[in-house]
Nanobody, 128 residues
Framework: QVQLQESGGGSVQTGGSLRISCTAS????????MAWFRQAPGKEREGVAA????????YYTDSVKDRFTVSLDSTKNTMYLQMNNLKPEDAAMYYC?????????????????????WGEGTLVTISS
């Protein structure tokens, strides 16, 4: 069992930056894929960014490329999402997820069914 704890959410103005974090309770059990998902009110959950195999590969959904950076600090067992140039459409509840040992394609595709553990989420709001 892996527990995931997100932190760092808050309110930021359009064009601003925010960094959110996700700390896993176990290193060996968190698997080889950790990902960020988000869900806005009335919208489906979508995968945003993921790190695979200890950070050797990073994946992003098209809408956040060149604005968001996902990283993994294995020494702290923490994944980060640096979000720059935030837009109103980025407002959502952001969830951290971790899979067991899955292949890169499932991680890259942000397959929610492949994620074994989920955090409770951290809220990001964007003001104009």
């Amino acid at each position: 069992q892996v527990q995931l704890q997100e932190s760092g959410g808050g309110s930021v103005q359009t064009g601003g930056s925010l960094r959110i974090s996700c700390t896993a309770s176990s290193y060996t059990d968190r698997g080889n894929c950790m990902a960020w998902f988000r869900q806005a009110p009335g919208k489906e959950r979508e995968g945003v960014a993921a790190v695979y195999s200890g950070g050797q590969s990073r994946y992003y959904t098209d809408s956040v490329k060149d604005r968001f950076t996902v990283s993994l600090d294995s020494t702290k067992n923490t994944m980060y999402l640096q979000m720059n140039n935030l837009k109103p459409e980025d407002a959502a509840m952001y969830y951290c997820a971790a899979a067991g040992w899955i292949g890169p394609v499932q991680c890259m595709r942000f397959d929610p069914d492949a994620m074994a553990w989920w955090g409770e989420g951290t809220l990001v709001t964007i003001s104009s």
